[in-house]
């Protein structure tokens, strides 16, 4: 069923009160920006790396798998494109719409975690670019934040379904809405620990701990590379 936009956004940001139409769904804008980093972080490291001999094997197997998708996203672009704005604009809360989101988002979990190997054998290859490492980090940092925020709305919901929700966020009202998961996501990169979001389950509280280690994981690489950029001046 359509929504208008303003009641979308109301939705999401709390707001409540009459809107006007067109509609609009907020998941279809979250999968084309994190496509958006996505694509920009593969573009740019399939352009700094290649024609690089690197020392590191497994570090060639990375580039060659991130220039393989990149590849292969030019002939799947246009129908991503074409489900993004069907996303948008349609209701995806059910059916095959459904499904394909669930599909995407799992996607895009798994892109994140072969990220994070490669940003982490980055570390180690000094054949490439000095930059490269802190330009794929500032991709990444905010596309892994969407990933988590979606990951925990899109968990939540399904849980929310069947009376019982896996995590609690620190909210004013009792109904979390999409931008509070997101927020819950990135207030994690300003505190020592994700304060914002707890688990109500082993499983919830492990995922939690999850995003925990990747944010450091992220924090860590920036510092060293940081690090590493002063001293060689």
């Not at 990375?62 to 590849?71: E, F, K």
């Not at 109904?175 to 994700?194: K, Q």
């Not at 082993?202 to 060293?224: E, N, P, Q, Y």
Request: glycine share 6%; charged share 15%.
């Amino acid at each position: 069923m359509k929504r208008p936009i303003a009641e979308v956004l109301g939705d999401f940001f709390g707001i409540k009160g009459k809107v006007a139409k067109p509609s609009l769904n907020w998941e279809g804008v979250y999968f084309i920006a994190v496509g958006t980093f996505l694509l920009f972080q593969e573009y740019f490291l399939t352009v700094d790396i290649s024609g690089v001999i690197s020392d590191y094997h497994f570090l060639d197997l990375y580039a060659h798998l991130t220039s393989s998708i990149l590849i292969a996203n030019r002939f799947l672009a246009a129908p991503l494109l074409a489900f993004f704005v069907f996303a948008t604009f349609r209701d995806t809360s059910s059916g095959p719409p459904r499904r394909v989101c669930d599909f995407l988002g799992f996607y895009y979990f798994l892109r994140m975690v072969t990220l994070l190997i490669g940003l982490n054998l980055l570390v180690f290859d000094v054949t490439s670019s000095r930059f490269l490492l802190i330009t794929q980090l500032l991709f990444f940092l905010p596309y892994a934040l969407l990933v988590w925020g979606w990951v925990y709305w899109r968990l939540d919901t399904n849980a929310g379904r069947k009376q019982r929700q896996l995590f609690r966020l620190d909210i004013e009202g009792e109904n979390a809405r999409p931008v509070d998961y997101l927020l819950a996501s990135f207030s994690s990169v300003f505190s020592a620990s994700i304060s914002s979001i707890k688990g109500r389950s082993a499983r919830a509280k492990a995922l939690i701990l999850l995003h925990g280690i990747v944010i450091f994981d992220v924090m860590g690489l920036t510092l060293s590379r940081a690090v590493a950029l002063v001293q060689t001046k």
